[in-house]
């Protein structure tokens, strides 16, 4: 038996997949979350403004549409503010110097056999186990 | 301005960019992507590992795969514009330290730029400071990088 998490995260990936080969193969344009949202954010995106606003609006307002068909959704986020603001600086700054995340390094850059996001892949995952390791087994704060 | 454009006269890019984020985030809800216990059960190699992400990940690259080739043949999307070029193969300090800062925060919270947006209706306080938290973060990064440049070019 195949667990349920399993399929159902294939099934999500498919979609991720999917939304990234519209993005490119339409538009142009590389579906990746941090630049998207960072070129908003720092101006470097201004002459695409408008597309990137409209997919943002996207990701955030149709996925509440899609939580009535669960018992129940969460993202189990921890409740340390201290936590909490340490990570998100962390990934602001890190996709920011990195140029990309999960989605623009991870999905885009893997799938384009691209050094740049094998390289940055294999990092982000290098400091993310490192991270849990060190703050749940040895801090046991996580 | 903008608002009146994207509601008024929305241009097809426009609209795909949208529907785009729609499947995208929806995608990352169905695959679990936006639950930070999954994503640091995924990376806790050293504890009870969970690789469902694996599943999400390959379900993603695996289409994208076949896409790669059939744009890079084509050189234009359908709307004219040009399948941005490869980047040169360097691996540059910025890349190196921002992806493993980018896997630290990662791994703190279990959430990264994608699913913090899709999840954020639901997310509650946390993920709005985590958000907000994420932005501030971007703003400051250009400063950070030219910290590091002037570090590492001298």
Known sequence: MIPQDWIWGALGGLMIGGAAAIYLLVNGRIMGASGILGGLVDGTGRDSMVERLAFLFGTLAVPPLLVPLYHSVDTHITTNPGIIIAAGLLVGVGTRLANGCTSGHGVCGISRLAPRGLGSTALYLLGGAVTVFVFRHVLGVI | ?154
């Open chain 2, 1 to 154: 301005m903008a608002g009146r454009k994207f509601f008024g006269h929305a241009e097809p890019r426009e609209i795909v960019a949208f529907l785009t984020g729609g499947i995208f985030g929806s995608g990352l809800l169905v695959s679990g992507m936006i639950d930070t216990k999954k994503v640091q059960g995924w990376l806790d190699f050293f504890g009870a590992w969970d690789p469902t992400l694996a599943f999400v990940l390959g379900g993603a690259v695996l289409p994208m795969l076949f896409v790669w080739r059939i744009a890079e043949k084509r050189k234009v999307s359908v709307l004219g514009t040009p399948i941005p070029p490869r980047p040169a193969p360097k691996m540059d300090p910025a890349l190196i330290a921002g992806s493993l800062m980018f896997g630290a925060g990662w791994g703190l919270a279990g959430l990264c730029p994608g699913p913090a947006l899709a999840s954020f209706a639901i997310g509650g306080w946390g993920g709005a400071l985590f958000f907000l938290s994420m932005v501030s973060g971007m703003i400051v990064a250009p400063t950070v990088a030219g910290w590091l440049s002037s570090r590492t070019t001298s």
